[in-house]
């Protein structure tokens, strides 16, 4: 048996910025996951969340010497399912200061470029693949002996595994059925009442805790280029965890908590109708309805069916967040992102609506076929379906996606460029943030449209007044902090000389 401490690592501040006290602080998935599946295979797991804890990087190596682990495991998500590449530098920081101690990264970064990774950050081994069969191979290796501290020992047998001494195996098989091998998400180990929900998913709500995070499957089947989402898995495609399983874990946190807010943080939930279904009918049928207020991700062409809507809001489904992504059905296909147009958009709002349900709409600015005039398409079409909510973000090339691979083509400046802020300029809210450019537009440009816009938004005397209607003053009282809220940008002060033009 080995001792290994699964560390999320203090990622929010440099990620979130000024904006962090309003985003979510959710529980590290991936972490609870695999310490449950070291647990079953007899090593001692422990979990360490340094974002909850709010410790800073020397506060978290120090709780990670308490434990004198034989590795310290550092799974490399964000909170949005794609969004990984921001959280490393802390991942990395955290790791170096852990002198004398095995060190392990994997999620969709480092899944995403293992090599680079490895060879440039402080890790003793890196995994290609979604982690958990190639951390019970080396954990094996290592019980066995036959894995020393200096580089003379070869590993062979584990594939998807990275070090600087071994030849690299291809990534390990996926798992094949959750419930067997991942029955559980760790949550005993996480005091949920620490962890709060976004604040515009408890609109109406008098408290933002408990709040939980609960995938039901992984993965997601499309191939939109801008996203990396299936890096850790090799290919794109999905695999669910039974409604009954997710429907269980469920069950169990209200027993306890009482109450809680529920994010569904897979790529694609709303997808398989006879999923979406059983697992309403378990939440149903167990009584939670009235117990949990839940959001979850959707598409355009994926909310068609009113009877299922309808049955999402009896289980209580308060939200879904919708990727429409760009008005411009040309930027849209230039990216593989559906096959719909604006009316399609439109009715799918409308639907969504009618259920009772709450719309969290998703734009991005300055995809590769964007330009001034269809990014403010993409505006005045976002004012005019006038969501409860709006996410906008500038288009990033995610490592892993195929958008980073044309990007790194076409030598266009990306965040990990010589000169440029580094991964960190991944992040959609930080300082350092530096978007894609376009055909047209250098990336300052993109990112100087993408906050107008936002604050263009939720500015306007319509929205408020919808706001107000539909979860009251506090509702509004929220927005306006969230649009006092300071924002500096190092793109933009650098490029004082741009012209800002009205958006």
């Known amino acids: 048996m080995k001792r290994v401490v699964v560390v999320n690592a203090p990622a929010r501040l440099g990620v979130y910025g000024g904006l962090s006290e309003l985003a979510a602080i959710e529980i590290p998935v991936w972490a609870g996951m695999i310490a449950d599946y070291l647990t079953r295979h007899n090593h001692e797991a422990h979990v360490l969340d340094a974002g909850v804890a709010g410790w800073d990087v020397e506060q978290t190596a120090a709780q990670i010497r308490l434990f004198n682990p034989d590795l310290a495991v550092f799974p490399v998500y964000g909170q949005q399912p794609s969004a990984s590449t921001q959280c490393l530098p802390a991942a990395e920081a955290v790791a170096r200061a852990l002198s004398g101690i095995h060190t392990l990264a994997l999620g969709t970064h480092p899944s995403a470029l293992p090599e680079r990774t490895l060879y440039e950050g402080p890790w003793t081994y890196v995994v290609r693949g979604e982690g958990p069969l190639a951390l019970k191979a080396l954990l094996r290796q290592i019980s066995n002996g036959s894995v020393r501290d200096q580089g003379g020992s070869w590993i062979v047998d584990v594939p998807g595994l990275y070090t600087k001494w071994h030849v690299h195996r291809p990534a390990p098989l996926n798992i094949d059925d959750l419930d067997a091998e991942l029955p559980t998400r760790g949550f005993h180990r996480f005091d949920l009442a620490r962890y709060r929900a976004h604040n515009w998913h408890t609109f109406g709500y008098s408290n933002r805790s408990p709040y939980v995070s609960l995938q039901t499957s992984l993965g997601c089947p499309w191939r939109c280029t801008f996203c990396s989402i299936n890096a850790p898995f090799g290919a794109s495609g999905i695999r669910f965890w039974s409604p009954a399983n997710c429907a269980v874990q469920l069950v169990n946190l209200v027993r306890q908590y009482g109450f809680l807010h529920v994010k569904i943080p897979d790529e694609m939930f709303v997808l398989n109708r006879q999923h979406v279904w059983q697992f309403c009918n378990h939440l149903i049928d167990m009584g939670l309805a009235p117990h949990v207020n839940i959001w979850a991700y959707a598409r355009v062409d994926t909310v068609k069916d009113e009877a299922m809507l309808a049955h999402m809001k009896k289980a209580g489904f308060n939200w879904l967040g919708i990727g429409i992504e760009s008005a411009s059905a040309h930027v849209r296909h230039g990216v593989e992102k559906g096959r719909f147009g604006r009316r399609e958009i439109v009715e799918a709002v409308a639907r969504v609506r009618k259920a009772d349900i709450a719309v969290g709409a998703n734009y991005i600015f300055g995809l590769p ?114 649009l006092a809220a300071g924002r500096p940008r190092r793109q933009l002060l650098e490029n004082k000389e741009m012209t800002h033009e009205p958006v």
């Open 369 to 482: 076929d964007d330009t001034r005039e269809t990014m403010q398409e993409t505006l005045d079409l976002a004012c005019e379906l006038n969501t409860e909510w709006a996410n906008f973000y500038s288009a990033m090339a995610y490592p892993g996606s195929q958008l980073y691979g044309e990007a790194k083509r076409r030598g266009w400046l990306l965040p990990d460029d010589p000169g440029g802020p580094g991964w960190i300029g991944y992040a959609q809210h930080a300082y350092e943030a530096l978007p894609l450019p376009t055909e047209t537009l250098n990336g300052a440009e993109v990112l100087d449209f993408r906050d107008r816009a936002h604050l263009a938004y939720f500015s306007r005397a319509e929205y408020k007044v919808m706001l107000r209607r539909r979860f009251g003053d506090a509702a509004v009282a929220d927005v306006d902090a969230m």
